[in-house]
């Protein structure tokens, strides 16, 4: 089968379109050069690989014959995978926000000038006319670009210049003079508060995401306001996602959002940092209420990254796609004749009747697996205890798992990246710490490890990307700096090795020398070095994962309170005072944000154990500690035996073992509480209060 230029790509990707007929050309000189040399416009399409309606326009559009050979004979046509190259896709969905007013989404379609300037963009395009006149063909678009570019250039080059200038004023930020106030965290619950579905959980309607920054703020608000709603909030959503069909009710992992209010019908696609998120709130609900539903769910979903994301060396992939087969959502989903044919008449009613299964199906004929009660409430239904319940339960899963582990799956980008890894890593370290597991600690520091030796380089430079085999390649941008530095934080919290720690300092530093705004909050989204692109940007919200300035404003509060890092403090606040108003103004935008400036607020606990490691009491006293709800602290631990405290860490100066126990030492505010001898006061300190 003959191949265009993306066949020697490593994205999966662009390698899905390297049997099209269209000459595409990686993002790089050669197709800018190509540009310019035949005075084209460039047709820069980005997606990603487990977009369906990115394979939708490819099947449609990219694979037709016709199509590309107006594509190639007017136009020079770029292929990006938005997971590899953020900058350019925030760079041009920024510039499709201001040239449409809409919100975007992807296959993102943009039309350049030679030197890069957008001057149109939508998303995707359908191959007739069938939602004209609101969303031409792609065939009418193409002849559209094509006159305007051939017979009104100066226009075309006044609508491009227009919007490359509104680009670049994007990253304008003023710290101000004003203090940072708690008002900003009392506006930001009462606005969730305002947008929360109190049927169905989450905010807004539909197409609903999970909002997994948010339900964790939430949580600390909880905290700091006596707000006994917001963990209602909290709870009746969390539950309400798992049981629905957005979580994988058979294998575990959540899909990226569904696309109806009430969580029934799911994107089927499956992103780690969706699942990594989500596993930090279900963690953190834990700790809060010690609900044992919540630690089901977030060791189900490490378990389904551990076995189905997670490279044999240690890191783990970036995602899964919603098809299989050319059909959305095939691999997941049943008939009931189907289930009672592998169950059998007992079990067959069981599933039946625990996930609603019905003959005429939920989606598009099919069953897909939902719950629409709780473990309690199903096994009265059936006439059972709730422990011979999850034993009925127990036994469909393991008949059925096998049976669909058959079918075709779905398949499974195999890229690995730098800031997602961070994300997962932290997600295995908490709940590992949390729930005093050790194999999910050892899991996040193989990936640690792996991310330190293949995605750095000689100089402690970070790769965006590499493949399993190591290879690595991109620059690191802003959020992959700040989401691994944030990883090896927890890994560091959780282990208490101090190369975790030492490497996250590393990171920050690169990141306040490379990314950093000189004169202004904030930092740039790519670095100093970097290719020259039409704008230097900085992320303003969260989007699908946090903003990379809201991970690095945490991290440095985190660095700070641990190494006693002034410089770290400064930089942190003045960017949340660079924030202040997207805060204000978007706090459902601005959940990382948000956080960072509650833990800003503190008080923070500095945490010191000092025990040698091979008592129990020690290992009593820091699982307490750990399985308490404490967002705003930091936890360093020393033996003795070892030798002298690390001198980086302050937290340790003039704080000996007494008496020979583990020996806890908890700071706030500048002032240190008696200290904790023995793992009973420990226990006592920390113990879990009922929320």
Known sequence: MPTNRLAGETSLYLKQHASNP??????????????????????????????????????????????????????????????????????????????????????????????????????????DDRYAPQRPSFKRLLAAIHDAWTNRRSHVTEVGQNVTQYLKGMSALEAGDSPLSPDLLSNALNALRRSFDATHGGFGGAPKFPHALELMLLLRLAGRFGDKTAVHMVRHTLEKMARGGMNDQLGGGFARYSVDAKWLVPHFEKMLYDNALLTSAYVEAWQVTRDPFYQQIAEETLGYVHDGMMCDDGPFYSAEDADSEGEEGKFYVWSEAELREVLGADLGDIAVKVWGVTTGGNFEGHNILFRARSDEQDAALLGLSVEAFREKLAEVKRKLIPVRARRVRPGRDEKILAAWNGLMISAFAKAGAAFGNDHHVATATTAADWCLKHLRDANGRLFRSASADGTAKLNGYLEDYACLADALVSVYEATFAMKYLRAAAELADAMLKHFADPSGPGFFFVADDHEALIARTKDVHDGSTPSGNAVAVTVLLRLAKLLDRRDYLAK???????????????PAAAGQMLIALDFYFGPVQEIAVVCSAAQAAYRTAVGTIHASFGPNRVVAAHDPATGPAPGDIPLFKDKPALDAAVTVYVCENYACQAPLVGAEAVERAFAHRTT
């Not at 606040?573 to 978007?586: K, P």
């Open 22 to 127: 269209v000459d595409w050309y990686p993002w790089g000189p050669e197709a800018l050069a190509r540009a310019k040399q035949l005075d084209r416009p460039i047709f820069l399409s980005i997606g990603y690989s487990a977009c369906h309606w990115c394979h939708v326009m490819e099947h449609e559009s990219f694979e037709d014959e016709s199509t590309a050979a107006v594509m190639n004979a007017q136009f020079v046509c770029v292929k990006v995978d938005r997971e590899e190259r953020p900058d350019l896709d925030t760079i041009y969905m920024n510039a499709l926000q201001v040239l449409t007013r809409e919100g975007g989404g992807w296959p993102l379609s943009v039309f350049l000038t030679p030197d890069l300037t957008p001057f149109y963009a939508g998303t995707y395009y359908p191959p």
């Open 572 to 586: 942190a606040e003045e960017t949340l005072r660079g924030y202040r108003d997207t805060m204000a103004e978007h």
